[in-house]
């Protein structure tokens, strides 16, 4: 038996070898490149719906009218909409470029919903009608939620759920999980980010404020991933934190993202 496990580990330290240097230098990067462009895709769309939602908040009429929200691209604008109770209206529309947290356009017109916003809002109703599965592992501790952000993708579309929370001091890492769904709605694949969510405290005893934080991933998720490069963006600036770092043990390495230089390397330590 003894030998046994020194064979496995053996085998498993050479996986997580080939895997340490698979990538050469540019690649690495282009890979981390990469994922901050899917993490600020992200980005766009959450800050949207954050600056939306208070502004809608903000508006005694529409609080009253207004149900659930959709936010999606449009060419070189996000767009968040708030729809009636029945969905059969579209009642408050914002626009935004460039990440502004002022809309470039407001319309408060009621209109049918558009088919881009019908098949949006038909993948994003049908995925969380199968979120109950067990399989998928996912919940909501107390004190936080899930958002979800629906992105066509090829002929089908990403579903990622990203964690949120009204508390302050607190960056909310994990918890996150991205699904492909099918034309039809229909999940076809999965993938949780991270194994529990990874709150990051940003002060520490005696009232010290944090100026760095890091987590570990996984080895079945080696890389920083586009979801903690989104949720940093959105909670960083409501603390005095610049950057994040993830560590890799499949990869051997720290990666550290700084959101307002918009950077994204690897270190070897933060």
């Given at each position: 038996?003894?030998?046994?496990?020194?064979?496995?580990?053996i085998?498993?330290?050479?996986m997580?070898?080939?895997?340490?240097?698979?990538?050469?230098?540019?690649?690495?990067?282009?890979?981390?490149?990469?994922?901050?462009?899917?993490?600020?895709?992200?980005?766009?769309?959450?800050?949207?719906?954050?600056?939306?939602g208070?502004?809608?908040?903000?508006n005694?009429?529409?609080?009253?009218?207004a149900?659930?929200?959709l936010?999606?691209?449009?060419?070189?604008?996000?767009?968040?909409?708030?729809l009636?109770?029945?969905?059969?209206l579209?009642?408050?529309?914002?626009?935004?470029?460039?990440?502004?947290?002022?809309?470039?356009?407001?319309?408060?017109?009621?209109?049918?919903?558009?088919?881009?916003?019908?098949?949006?809002?038909?993948?994003?109703?049908?995925?969380?009608?199968?979120?109950?599965?067990?399989?998928y592992?996912?919940?909501?501790?107390e004190?936080?939620?899930?958002?979800?952000?629906?992105?066509?993708?090829n002929?089908?579309y990403?579903?990622?759920?990203?964690?949120?929370?009204?508390?302050?001091g607190v960056?909310?890492?994990?918890?996150?999980?991205?699904?492909?769904?099918?034309?039809?709605g229909?999940?076809?694949?999965?993938?949780?980010?991270?194994?529990?969510?990874?709150?990051?405290?940003t002060?520490?005893?005696?009232?010290?404020?944090?100026t760095?934080?890091?987590h570990?991933?996984?080895?079945t998720?080696?890389f920083?991933?586009?979801t903690?490069?989104?949720?940093?963006?959105?909670?960083?600036?409501?603390?005095?934190?610049?950057?994040?770092?993830?560590?890799?043990?499949?990869?051997?390495?720290y990666?550290?993202?700084?959101?307002?230089?918009?950077?994204?390397?690897?270190?070897k330590?933060?």
């Amino acid at each position: 038996m003894k030998q046994i496990t020194a064979v496995l580990f053996i085998i498993l330290s050479f996986m997580i070898s080939a895997q340490e240097n698979k990538y050469s230098d540019k690649e690495f990067q282009q890979k981390l490149d990469s994922i901050k462009t899917e993490g600020n895709l992200l980005y766009s769309h959450e800050s949207a719906s954050w600056n939306s939602g208070d502004l809608m908040a903000a508006n005694q009429k529409l609080r009253e009218i207004a149900q659930s929200y959709l936010t999606y691209k449009s060419n070189d604008t996000i767009k968040t909409i708030f729809l009636n109770k029945d969905e059969s209206l579209v009642v408050a529309e914002y626009s935004f470029k460039d990440n502004q947290k002022k809309p470039v356009k407001e319309n408060f017109q009621p209109r049918k919903p558009n088919t881009t916003e019908l098949n949006l809002n038909k993948i994003r109703s049908e995925v969380i009608s199968q979120l109950s599965d067990p399989k998928y592992e996912v919940g909501v501790p107390e004190g936080y939620s899930l958002n979800i952000i629906v992105l066509p993708f090829n002929e089908n579309y990403k579903v990622y759920l990203i964690p949120g929370t009204s508390q302050s001091g607190v960056i909310p890492f994990g918890n996150d999980f991205l699904f492909i769904a099918d034309k039809d709605g229909k999940i076809i694949s999965n993938k949780k980010f991270h194994s529990r969510l990874i709150p990051a405290f940003t002060q520490g005893e005696n009232g010290i404020t944090v100026t760095m934080t890091t987590h570990s991933h996984l080895n079945t998720n080696p890389f920083i991933s586009a979801t903690d490069i989104c949720t940093f963006k959105l909670y960083a600036p409501l603390t005095k934190l610049e950057a994040f770092s993830v560590y890799s043990g499949a990869l051997g390495t720290y990666m550290q993202y700084n959101y307002k230089k918009d950077s994204i390397e690897k270190v070897k330590r933060p």
